[in-house]
């Protein structure tokens, strides 16, 4: 069974850039799709990046595309969520997945992905 870890969370000021890592373990998740997701307080959990499991298609959320950059390394077996400059509604606990299948596109559901990290804290203020 896989296991997913985040790293990399941290206080921030706006305009700022912090790299997310998702490291797998007990079981490499090249097969999957991987995808990223956050929620802020008062907010449900939201799709924010996917990755396919060949890393040739990604897909991101219209609030930080042209600002995140969705990774992986399969020798690392490793994902990775590269945030540019972040904003205050950045904020919010960020968790990696992995899907269910290998679907054809990457999904903006949460119920896609049956196994996912503990999260790793974002804050980004002033």
């Known amino acids: 069974q896989v296991q997913l870890v985040e790293s990399g969370g941290g206080l921030v000021q706006p305009g700022g850039s912090l790299r997310l890592s998702c490291a797998a373990s007990?079981?490499?998740?090249?097969?999957?799709?991987v995808g990223w997701f956050r929620h802020a307080p008062g907010k449900e959990r939201e799709f924010v990046a996917g990755i396919s499991w060949s890393g040739v298609t990604t897909y991101y959320a219209d609030s930080v595309k042209g600002r995140f950059t969705v990774s992986r390394d399969i020798a690392k077996n490793t994902a990775y969520l590269q945030m540019r400059s972040l904003k205050p509604e950045d904020t919010g606990i960020y968790y990696c997945?992995?899907?269910?299948?290998?679907?054809?596109?990457?999904?903006?559901?949460?119920?896609?992905?049956?196994?996912w990290g503990q999260g790793t804290q974002v804050t980004v203020s002033s």
């Open positions: 007990g079981r490499t998740f090249a097969n999957k799709n």
């Open positions: 997945a992995s899907s269910r299948a290998t679907p054809r596109t990457v999904s903006t559901q949460p119920t896609s992905y049956d196994t």
